[in-house]
């Protein structure tokens, strides 16, 4: 949990017991659960997907839902057609359930832009540098993704990275609340806001955004969240306790059981005025003459110019939905409960180390997890964990390159990470990551987890198997066992599938 949340304003629907079995019911329902491919063995198998922090699978019952609302299709900023008018009504309704998902009140928009948490970054780094143009400076995390540091660093100007706490038994915890306060009591002359992700992409950890906020707010600073990675899996509030409400809160559609859908900020409505927006087209518009125009002051209007991604915001509503009805306290318990699991069952392969503690009570993470094995390569293990055993994991620097290097040990003496090319496209070095969806259940650890054991324990057959690519990305592949995607699948194909069946 993030912070004290208060009640959600979407009110979960039945007992504890009956939201329970539709959690389980839940389950199955995404599509590519049961895709199958051939290994390099020649076995068929349905695969593994333990790729969620990339990107999760999306749920089939939204989409049921979505194609059903098509049927009224039209576009927007019309209502004297039924189905223009059903649209439009759709749309504002996408917008108020994302505002209910995060309990934001009438004071904040939601804006759909872009198709994650990237494009609603750097327009708010626009924003708000365009705000506080005297307030040069944003203090972020040594955790943050490259989305939560470089918009800053471009639009608004110095970054200052915090230090993270060090746990018991691991090697990075969440922010260091000490060395937030000292650099923000260092800086407060110049500090805009404080960007800070909920819970890190490469450890999973989960920091506590709305102590963040308040430290912020009593410098006269601003608290901006990226909720990529914690959006699915906790509950989420931009309220807090006094002064602890966080400004602005971004969100990728695609990390939330919803592939297709566009990218969320949730911000104070307040942060707009005045501003002109990065987009100028139709729908944004009271009045345009030829040598001038006038720009709605309505938000989300002002900011989202042109023909929105209707289909796209109505699957993200529609999930989000489903996801508070159920209730986001359910999906937080069940998911920590898989990650202690998996956390055990990783802990006891011998040679594997994991990044950050593998105890949820010393270091409390989301269902990422991070780690090397001490005898191969990341690229290696990720490569022989999709070609034998069908499991899909991620590897290399997640976009977090500093993060990562100071994880792998690559510092300099001074203890900052180096600009060695650790994670640089010539490097090797990097970590294989487990994440988990909805999905996941205990059956799927154990398959990651005997893979990595079997792969832990013969090293050399597997390395015999690889050659390096040496493209500087650190990945290998298979010296015999060759891939073709455009068997899985082809649009051409099934184009001509269908146009001959026609
Ligand atoms: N922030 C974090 C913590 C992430 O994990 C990611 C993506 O992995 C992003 C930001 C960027 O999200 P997107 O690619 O959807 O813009």
């Known amino acids: 949990m993030i912070g004290t949340a208060p ?22 329902a995404f599509t590519g659960l049961d895709t199958e491919y051939t290994l390099a063995d020649g076995s068929t198998v349905s695969r593994t997907y333990l790729d969620s922090a990339a990107s999760n699978l999306r749920l089939t019952v939204a989409d049921d839902i979505v194609r059903r609302a098509l049927r009224h299709y039209a576009n927007t900023h019309s209502e004297l057609h039924f189905g223009a008018h059903v649209t439009t009504h759709l749309y504002h309704r996408a917008h108020q359930i994302v505002n209910d998902f995060v309990d934001a009140s009438d004071a904040y ?7 994650g948490v990237t494009g609603g970054l750097n327009r708010m780094a626009q924003v708000l540098a365009e705000r506080r143009p005297e307030r ?23 970054v200052v990275h915090v230090p993270l706490e060090k746990d018991p038994d691991g090697d990075a915890g969440r922010v260091d609340m000490t060395a937030l306060r000292a650099a923000i009591q260092e800086h407060a002359d110049r500090l805009n806001y404080v960007a800070v992700t909920a819970a890190s992409n490469v450890t999973g950890v989960i920091n506590p955004v709305h102590e963040v906020a308040r430290l912020a707010h009593e410098a006269g600073a601003l608290c901006v969240v990226d909720a990529a990675q914690s959006a699915a899996h906790l509950p989420l509030s931009v309220q807090g306790g006094d002064d602890e409400a966080i400004d602005v809160l971004c969100m990728s559609g695609h990390k939330i059981y919803a592939p297709g859908s566009p990218g969320v900020v949730v911000a104070r409505k307040d942060l707009f005025e005045g501003l002109e927006p990065q987009a100028v087209g139709g729908g944004i518009v009271d009045r345009v003459e030829t040598d001038r125009y006038e720009i709605t002051d309505a938000l989300p209007e002002r900011e989202e110019a042109g023909t ?7 699957r993200l509503a ?9 209730g986001m306290d359910l999906v937080e318990d069940d998911e920590r409960e898989l990650t202690q699991y998996a956390l055990e069952r990783f802990e006891a392969i011998d040679g594997l180390k994991i990044y950050g503690s593998h105890r949820l009570e ?4 989301i269902g990422v997890i991070t780690f090397n094995l001490d005898a191969l390569p990341h690229g290696l293990v990720t ?24 994880l792998l040990g690559r510092t300099s003496t001074n203890g900052d990470a180096t600009s060695d090319a650790a994670c640089s496209p010539e490097a090797q070095p990097g970590m294989v990551r487990v994440s988990f969806g909805l999905y996941n259940t205990k059956a799927d650890v154990d ?3 005997d893979a990595l054991a079997d792969i832990a324990a013969r090293p050399d057959w597997y390395r015999s198997r690889y050659r390096p690519l040496r493209d500087g990305s650190g990945d290998w592949v298979h010296r015999n066992f060759d891939f073709e995607p455009a068997r899985a699948f082809s649009l051409e194909k099934e184009v001509d599938a269908w146009l001959q069946s026609a």
Do not use: W
């Open 7 to 28: 009640a959600p304003q979407i009110e979960p629907l039945g007992s504890q017991a009956e939201r329970e079995e539709r959690l389980e019911a839940l389950r199955t």
């Open 318 to 326: 529609t999930t989000l939905y489903l996801l508070g009805r159920i």
């Open 308 to 314: 929105p991604n209707l289909p796209g915001a109505f």
């Open 447 to 449: 398959t990651a987890a």
């Open 383 to 406: 490569a022989a964990l999709n070609d034998y055993f069908g499991v899909a994991v991620r590897n290399e620097c997640f976009c977090a390159q500093p993060f990562v290097r100071k």
């Open 109 to 115: 928009t939601s804006v759909f832009l872009g198709s």
């Open 136 to 158: 040069d400076l944003v203090i972020t995390t040594l955790m943050e993704h490259h989305a939560n540091d470089l918009p800053h660093r471009k639009h608004v100007g110095e």
């Open 362 to 365: 010393v270091a409390d993470r």
